[in-house]
Structure formats: C-alpha cells, structure tokens
C-alpha cells in the first residue's frame, strides 16, 4: 500500500511539473512572439488574397500593404461606407446578397460619393457624403493627406476639409446644428478606429496608398482627385 500511495505522489508531481513547465513556456516572449508572427503574416498573405483591386507596391512596405488590406477589407469593411451606392458596390452578378459569389465593383472601390441623407435628420440640415479614399497624383491618400494628418483624422475625427461648420445661427442647409460639433467627421466611425493601434493605422495608410485612384466627380466637388 505504501508503495502504491509513493507512485501515485510520484505520478502527480510529475504532472504537475509538466503543467507548469508548458505554462511558462507558452508565457514565454519567444514562445508569444513566434505565434504572434505567424498570425500576423497569415493576416497579410490573406490580405492580398482578399485585394479587390491591382497594387502599386513601387517603394512600398509589402508587409504593411498586406495588412492594411487585410484590415480595410475583412475587418473595418470601408467600402460599406466609402463607396458611392449600395446598387453600385459589387460588380454585376457579384453581389452577395443575391446569393451570388462577392465581386467588388473597383470602378467605385473606396472612391467616396455614399449620402447618408441630412444629418441630424429632416430639414435645413447638410447631407452627409463619405469621403474618396484613393490616393492622387502624388501617391497620398485621401486626396493628397499625409500620415501624420491620416493619424489625426482617425484619433480625434477632425474634418480637414471643413465641409459643415457648427451653425452659429438658423441652419442653413450646410451648417450643422449644437450640439453637433461641426470641426468633427459626422456618422465616419472614427470613435472606434481611434482605438486602433498606430502600426494598423500605418498599414491602413499603406494599404490606401497602393490602391488605384478614382477621379471622382469633377472639382470643385471634395470627392475629386486629381489622378493625373
């Protein structure tokens, strides 16, 4: 019996041993960093593979491209908001709410032009239009934004373009009403992309940069890029 109960012992330490020991392996920083690293370049691989339009990646960090894709196309779906119509956002026969296999329309792919109707609702108040995202003839995107300006955009949701300031007095049509904070983006989700760390919005950034540009309605309308 008393070697019985010295085998059992034996047994259990040694279990647990193994317990402990795989735990701090699995804390450990070579043993995180490895699974880390293959999550994130599964992440960009699926990015390309997911791409629905050509790259320019001309002087571009392959890496943050295929991340950034990864995080415009599966994760914060911009192209629900930033392209111009729900009719016009997949390619004939490739609309999957009909059942049929998705297929981006790139004719309209982040190009902007979606309106949100009057903002805060029926009246004087200004249509809310979601922004052409396409880079211009200088490579930057959102019209010509560079990072740091991207970065500031996405943490405080500052509307660079000052298209409806705060009313000051009866709405006119363009202006929009207290409380609303006209120096801020109205309905663009950028309280929850502010959460975002600073390496994906450098990807998004990247990514944005190596898609093609969409010209969009001609100036002085804000969804104009000048591609040429």
């Known amino acids: 019996m008393a070697t019985r109960q010295l085998v059992t012992s034996g047994a259990a330490v040694?279990?647990?041993?193994?317990?402990?020991?795989?735990?701090?392996?699995?804390?450990?920083?070579?043993?995180?960093?490895?699974?880390?690293?293959d999550d994130q370049e599964s992440r960009i691989e699926r990015g390309f593979d997911i791409a629905p339009v050509p790259l320019?990646?001309?002087?571009?960090?392959?890496?943050?491209?295929?991340?950034?894709?990864?995080?415009?196309?599966?994760v914060a779906d911009c192209n629900g908001c930033h392209s111009s119509d729900p009719s016009t956002e997949f390619a004939p026969a490739?609309?999957?709410?009909?059942?049929?296999?998705?297929?981006?329309?790139?004719?309209?792919?982040?190009?902007?032009?979606r309106d949100f109707g009057p903002f805060p609702g029926p009246g004087p108040f200004p249509h809310i239009i979601s922004r052409n995202l396409t880079p211009d003839k200088s490579g930057l995107p959102e019209g010509g934004h560079t990072f740091s300006e991207f970065v500031q955009i996405m943490?405080?949701?500052v509307d660079m373009d000052h298209l409806h300031p705060t009313c000051t007095g009866a709405a006119n049509g363009n202006c929009l009403p207290p409380p609303f904070d006209g120096a801020l983006l109205q309905v663009m989700p950028w309280p929850i992309h502010h959460n975002m760390t600073d390496h994906d919005l450098r990807a998004i950034y990247e990514y944005l940069s190596a898609i093609p540009c969409i010209e969009g309605p001609p100036a002085p309308s804000v969804l104009h890029n000048d591609c040429q």
């Open 94 to 113: 490739g609309n999957p709410y009909f059942g049929q296999p998705t297929t981006i329309n790139p004719s309209t792919y982040l190009g902007g032009g």
């Open 14 to 37: 040694l279990v647990s041993a193994v317990i402990v020991t795989t735990g701090m392996l699995m804390n450990s920083p070579a043993v995180q960093a490895r699974g880390d690293g």
């Open 56 to 74: 320019n990646l001309a002087g571009k960090n392959r890496a943050l491209v295929g991340l950034g894709s990864y995080l415009v196309n599966a």
């Open 155 to 157: 943490r405080s949701g």
